[in-house]
């Protein structure tokens, strides 16, 4: 069984599924949070639910408002299950917090090099570790269409 050991922690023990990327992490850009799923066309994980899943991830981007849309996302049940990350902001540790999303930060090596996309893995935030259960793919391969970005139409009036 793989250990892995943090210097950040929060939140309680959970055990899932993890989706691995060495990509960052963005609830405003990255997500359509209605329906669910990784959504910006240039994101490794496109298509793919996060809903109940363990986001294993490089870094953390974005401030307030992903902060506050972790609480808004987990009040509809709609939320990752935990976050990892290599690094992590001060903002998305808060909106963590807020949100009781269970968050790791900080480890030794690239940890979405080490954790394989797909396993089993438990976080237990009371001894800063991540252990890799099961591996294997438990994500299908095949990813929903990607998703087409919202428009907006703006109506400007002239000056004078």
Same mark, same amino acid.
């Given at each position: *069984?793989?250990?892995? +050991?943090?210097k950040?922690? *929060?939140?309680p =023990?959970v055990?899932?599924?993890?989706? %691995?990327?060495h990509?960052?992490?963005s609830?405003?850009y990255?997500?359509?949070?209605l329906q !669910?799923?990784?959504?910006?066309p240039a994101? +490794? /994980?496109? !298509?793919?639910?996060y %809903?109940?899943r363990i986001? %294993?991830l490089d $870094?953390?981007?974005?401030g307030?408002a992903?902060?506050?849309?972790?609480h808004?996302? +987990?009040s509809?049940n709609? #939320?990752?299950l #935990?976050?990892?990350?290599?690094?992590?902001? $001060? @903002?998305? #540790?808060?909106? #963590?917090?807020?949100?009781?999303?269970?968050? /790791?930060? !900080?480890f030794?090596?690239? @940890?979405t090099?080490?954790i394989?996309?797909?396993? =089993?893995?438990?976080?237990?935030?009371?001894?800063? $570790?991540?252990? %890799?259960?099961?591996e !294997?793919? /438990?994500?299908s391969?095949?990813?929903?269409?990607?998703?087409?970005?919202p $428009?907006?139409v703006?109506?400007?009036?002239?000056?004078?």
């Open positions: *069984m793989m250990e892995f +050991k943090a950040h922690a *929060m939140g =023990k055990t899932g599924t993890a989706l %691995v990327a990509d960052g992490f609830a405003r990255d997500l359509n949070r !669910g799923v990784f959504s910006r994101h +490794k /994980l496109v !298509g793919l639910s %809903v109940d986001l %294993v $870094t953390a981007k974005g307030v992903t902060a506050w849309m972790l808004e996302m +987990k509809r709609m #939320a990752p #935990a976050i990892v990350f290599n690094t992590v902001n $001060t @903002i998305l #540790a808060q909106g #963590a917090a807020l949100a009781d999303i269970t968050m /790791l930060a !900080g030794d090596e690239d @940890i090099a080490k394989p996309h797909g396993s =089993k893995i438990e976080i237990d935030p009371e001894t800063f $570790t991540i252990r %890799v259960l099961g !294997g793919d /438990l994500i391969q095949e990813k929903e269409p990607a998703l087409e970005a $428009t907006s703006v109506h400007v009036k002239p000056r004078g």
